[in-house]
C-alpha cells in the first residue's frame, strides 16, 4: 500500500462527479470493497486540431495537419486509477530489479532524468562503442493495440496472482470495456458555455440528469474491442509499461546475446548493436513483439550505422531519437521542431498584434489612449527570458550535452520575434 498521498491531485476540470477531498479519497481508494463495486463514470472526450512538421522527401520543411484525441476521467474515478497505478508501479519496479531492466525502460517512471538525459545518454553509448549501428523501432497504434487478455495476465503476473482480486479486476475492466462522451455534443444538450464550462456549477450535471437525458439519450459509446485502452488515463502508462514486460525482457536477452543495449521508451525502442549483427536483431524482435499481438510500423524504422572518422563519428545518416538529432560528431534539436516552434510564434505574435489593432480601433474611437503591443507574455512563450518553454528547454539540452550546435541553432529565433515585432505587414 503507498505510504504517501502523492496520487491525489486537484484536477480543476468538470466532469459527472464532483471533486472530493483528500480524507474522502483515501476512504474511497483505500477500501477494496468499495472498489470492487465502484461504478465509474465516463471518459468525456474530444479532439483538439494540431499540426506536425515534417521534412519530405526533398528536403524541404512541410506542415501536415492532424486531430488529437484527448479524453479525461472523473474526479473520483481518477483518484482510483492513480492509486492503483501506484500500487502496481511498486510491484512493476520490483520486477524490473528481478529482471535487471532497471536502465532500459525508460519512460513513465520516477528516474530523476528527462528525455533530454536519454537521448544524450544513447548518443553518449554510440560515441563510446565508436563502431556500431542503431536500431530505431516504433509500434503501430500502440495504446489501441493493447490485448486485453494478455493485459490481464501480465497484471496478474505482477501482482504474483492467479487471477485478478476483485477491486484490481474492477479497475482493470474499466479500462478495457471503458465508456466516453464527446464534450462537445454533451455540452450542447446540456447547454454549458465551452468557453466557461464552469460557472455557477461544480458538475457537469446532477446523478438524475446523467441518467435520464446523458444515458437515456444514448450519448454514450462503449468500447467493444478486445484490445486498446484510452490513452491519457492515470494509469494508462503505467499498464503499457506491465503490458510489455515479457517483451522487454526477450528484447533485452536478444541484444545482450549480440553485444548490444536496449533500450525502450513507451512505443519508441532503440537497439545500439554491433553492425555485423543489426539484420538478426530486427529479425528476432520482429518475431517476439508477434507474441504480444502487436506490429512494428516499417516506416518508422530507422537503421543507422556510425564508425570512426578521426575523432569523431560519420553516420551514413543521422539518428532521431526522442525529438534529437546525432550524426556521429553533432548532438542537434529537430530541425521540424525548430520549424513548428517558429510557426507557433510567428501566429502568437499576429494573434497578439490583431486583438492589440482591434482594441485600438475601439480606443480611437472614443478618444482613449492606445494599447500598446504586450511583449511580456510573448517573451515568456517565444524567448530565452522565460523560465520554461522551447527556447529554455533547448538551452538546457545544450548544456546537458554539451552541444554548441543546439545553441547555434536557438540564436536566430530571438531575430526572428524581434522582428516579427517590427513587421507593420504581420
Given at each position: 500500500m503507498?505510504?504517501e ?17 483528500l480524507?474522502k479519497?483515501?476512504k ?5 470493497e468499495?472498489i ?15 499540426f506536425k512538421?515534417?521534412?519530405?522527401e526533398h528536403?524541404k ?6 486531430q ?5 476521467a472523473?474526479?473520483v ?7 492503483y497505478?501506484?500500487?502496481l508501479?511498486?510491484k ?9 531492466l532497471g536502465?532500459?525502460?525508460?519512460a513513465?517512471?520516477s ?5 533530454i538525459h536519454?537521448?544524450?545518454d544513447?548518443f553518449e ?5 565508436r563502431?556500431c549501428?542503431?536500431i530505431?523501432?516504433?509500434i503501430?497504434?500502440?495504446?489501441d493495440n493493447?490485448?486485453?487478455q494478455l493485459?490481464?495476465q ?22 478495457t ?9 454533451l455540452y ?8 466557461n ?12 440528469v446523467f441518467?435520464?437525458v ?6 454514450i ?10 490513452q491519457g488515463?492515470?494509469i494508462s502508462a503505467l499498464?503499457?509499461?506491465l503490458?510489455?514486460?515479457s517483451f ?17 521508451y513507451c512505443?519508441?525502442m532503440?537497439f545500439i548493436?554491433p ?19 502487436l506490429e512494428?510500423?516499417?516506416?518508422k ?22 525529438g534529437f538529432?546525432?550524426?556521429g ?8 521542431a525548430?520549424?513548428k516552434?517558429?510557426s507557433?510564434?510567428?501566429a502568437?505574435v499576429r494573434?497578439?498584434k490583431k486583438t492589440?489593432?482591434?482594441a ?5 474611437e472614443?478618444?482613449?489612449k492606445e494599447t ?5 507574455k510573448l517573451?515568456?512563450?517565444y524567448s ?6 522551447f527556447?529554455?528547454y533547448?538551452?538546457?539540452?545544450s548544456?546537458i550535452?554539451?552541444?554548441n ?9 530571438w531575430?526572428?520575434?524581434r522582428?516579427?515585432?517590427e513587421?507593420e505587414n504581420?
Amino acid at each position: 500500500m503507498p505510504t504517501e498521498n502523492n496520487w491525489y491531485r486537484n484536477r480543476g476540470y468538470i466532469h459527472f462527479d464532483a471533486p472530493v477531498n483528500l480524507k474522502k479519497a483515501i476512504k474511497i481508494v483505500t477500501s477494496p470493497e468499495t472498489i470492487s463495486t465502484h461504478a465509474f463514470y465516463p471518459l468525456i472526450h474530444y479532439t483538439i486540431d494540431s499540426f506536425k512538421v515534417f521534412k519530405n522527401e526533398h528536403g524541404k520543411i512541410e506542415k501536415k495537419g492532424k486531430q488529437r484525441p484527448i479524453a479525461y476521467a472523473s474526479h473520483v474515478d481518477s483518484h482510483i486509477y492513480a492509486y492503483y497505478a501506484q500500487l502496481l508501479a511498486e510491484k512493476y519496479e520490483g520486477a524490473l530489479k528481478a529482471e535487471g531492466l532497471g536502465g532500459n525502460i525508460i519512460a513513465f517512471r520516477s528516474l530523476g532524468k528527462s528525455n533530454i538525459h536519454f537521448a544524450n545518454d544513447a548518443f553518449e553509448e554510440i560515441v563510446r562503442r565508436r563502431s556500431c549501428s542503431a536500431i530505431a523501432i516504433d509500434i503501430t497504434g500502440f495504446f489501441d493495440n493493447l490485448d486485453h487478455q494478455l493485459l490481464k495476465q501480465q497484471w496478474s503476473n505482477v501482482l504474483g496472482v492467479e487471477k485478478l482480486p476483485t477491486d484490481h479486476f474492477n479497475v482493470f475492466r474499466s479500462v478495457t470495456r471503458y465508456s466516453k462522451v464527446n464534450r462537445d455534443t454533451l455540452y450542447t444538450r446540456l447547454k454549458i458555455s465551452k468557453n466557461n464550462p464552469k460557472y455557477d456549477r461544480m458538475r457537469v450535471c446532477t446523478a438524475d440528469v446523467f441518467r435520464n437525458v446523458v444515458r437515456a439519450g444514448k450519448l454514450i459509446q462503449v468500447h467493444q474491442d478486445t484490445k486498446g485502452i484510452p490513452q491519457g488515463s492515470p494509469i494508462s502508462a503505467l499498464l503499457s509499461n506491465l503490458y510489455m514486460l515479457s517483451f522487454d525482457v526477450a528484447a533485452k536477452q536478444i541484444s545482450e546475446k549480440y553485444e548490444g543495449t536496449y533500450y525502450r521508451y513507451c512505443d519508441d525502442m532503440l537497439f545500439i548493436v554491433p553492425t555485423a549483427y543489426k539484420d538478426l536483431i530486427q529479425q528476432e524482435i520482429t518475431e517476439e513483439i508477434v507474441k504480444v499481438k502487436l506490429e512494428i510500423n516499417p516506416k518508422k524504422t530507422e537503421v543507422r550505422d556510425f564508425w570512426p572518422s578521426g575523432a569523431h563519428l560519420k553516420a551514413n545518416k543521422p539518428l532521431q531519437y526522442l525529438g534529437f538529432i546525432f550524426d556521429g560528431t553533432h548532438k542537434l534539436l529537430r530541425s521540424a521542431a525548430l520549424a513548428k516552434f517558429s510557426s507557433r510564434m510567428k501566429a502568437g505574435v499576429r494573434l497578439a498584434k490583431k486583438t492589440r489593432n482591434k482594441a485600438n480601433q475601439q480606443e480611437r474611437e472614443a478618444g482613449s489612449k492606445e494599447t500598446p503591443l504586450f511583449k511580456r507574455k510573448l517573451y515568456e512563450r517565444y524567448s530565452h527570458l522565460s523560465k520554461r518553454n522551447f527556447i529554455t528547454y533547448g538551452y538546457r539540452a545544450s548544456g546537458i550535452m554539451n552541444s554548441n550546435a543546439i545553441r547555434k541553432q536557438l540564436k536566430p529565433l530571438w531575430g526572428r520575434l524581434r522582428a516579427e515585432f517590427e513587421d507593420e505587414n504581420s
